[in-house]
């Protein structure tokens, strides 16, 4: 079945503590994985997209790596300004070529 | 401001009914995207369109129905409304398929009591 996980499901960090999201996927034949931001109430706002394994994405203090399972989103020393909902999708693959799935987001608190 | 807008913001209606959301994407961009977002559900992908045609199904129920007009704006259909319906829908538009960067509405909220 073609799913998307993401881990942990919660993150509680310290202003400047450092920490990874994971997205895990089971889709065959990924044609692109996307990282979003969601502000409660808000439209989710793009990060990145990452297309193949190996791939890596900067933007301020976010990283975004992909390999052939699973992407991280790592980020260094974060403000509180980065609490916020972080989402995965993974986007055409082999059971539907235009589909996309969302993952159930990691819900990020930083606190000063 | 993503460009992409949607209205209404909010709508409460009661079982049964039958409501209209719409959806004007960035300029530009032909793909229009339809989401829905519950609390248990999180991010649910509805249906994709690309210059006026059906491209991709998601989730999509039969009591749901939408299109896109020749100006690319987008109308999504919701009838025989259910309380379960009561969700957060998001339109998203993009350049072109799949694979580009989806910019998202700020979503009407519905309450269906």
């Known amino acids: 079945e073609d799913q998307v996980t993401q881990s942990p499901e919660a993150l509680r960090l310290q202003e400047g503590e450092s920490s990874s999201l994971n997205c895990s996927y089971t889709?065959?034949?990924?044609?692109?994985l996307f990282w979003y931001r969601q502000d409660p109430g808000k439209g989710p706002e793009f990060l990145f997209t990452?297309?193949?394994a190996g791939e890596e994405k900067e933007k301020e203090r976010l990283k975004a790596t992909l390999t052939k399972k699973e992407s991280f989103l790592h980020i260094t020393a974060p403000k509180p300004e980065d609490s916020a909902t972080y989402l995965c999708?993974?986007?055409?693959?082999?059971?539907?070529?235009?589909?996309?799935?969302f993952g159930p987001g990691t819900s990020l608190s930083v606190i000063p | 401001d993503s460009g992409v807008t949607q209205t209404p913001k909010h709508l409460i209606t009661a079982t049964g009914q039958r409501v209209t959301l719409r959806c004007s994407p960035r300029?530009?961009?032909?793909?229009v995207y339809w989401y829905q977002q519950s609390l248990d559900q999180g991010l649910q992908f509805l249906i994709q369109?690309?210059?006026?045609?059906?491209?991709a199904k998601g989730n999509i129920l039969e009591r749901f129905s939408a299109q896109q007009f020749p100006d690319l704006h987008s109308e999504l259909n919701l009838s025989s409304l259910e309380l379960g319906d009561s969700a957060l829908y998001f339109c998203?538009?993009?350049?072109?398929?799949?694979?580009?960067?989806?910019?998202f509405g700020p979503g009407t909220r519905l309450t269906v009591l």
């Open positions: 998203a538009s993009s350049r072109g398929g799949i694979t580009d960067t989806q910019y």
């Open positions: 889709v065959s034949g990924l044609r692109g």
């Open positions: 990452l297309y193949s």
């Open positions: 999708a993974v986007g055409g693959f082999k059971t539907s070529y235009d589909k996309v799935i």
């Open positions: 300029s530009g961009d032909l793909s």
């Open positions: 369109y690309y210059n006026g045609e059906e491209r």
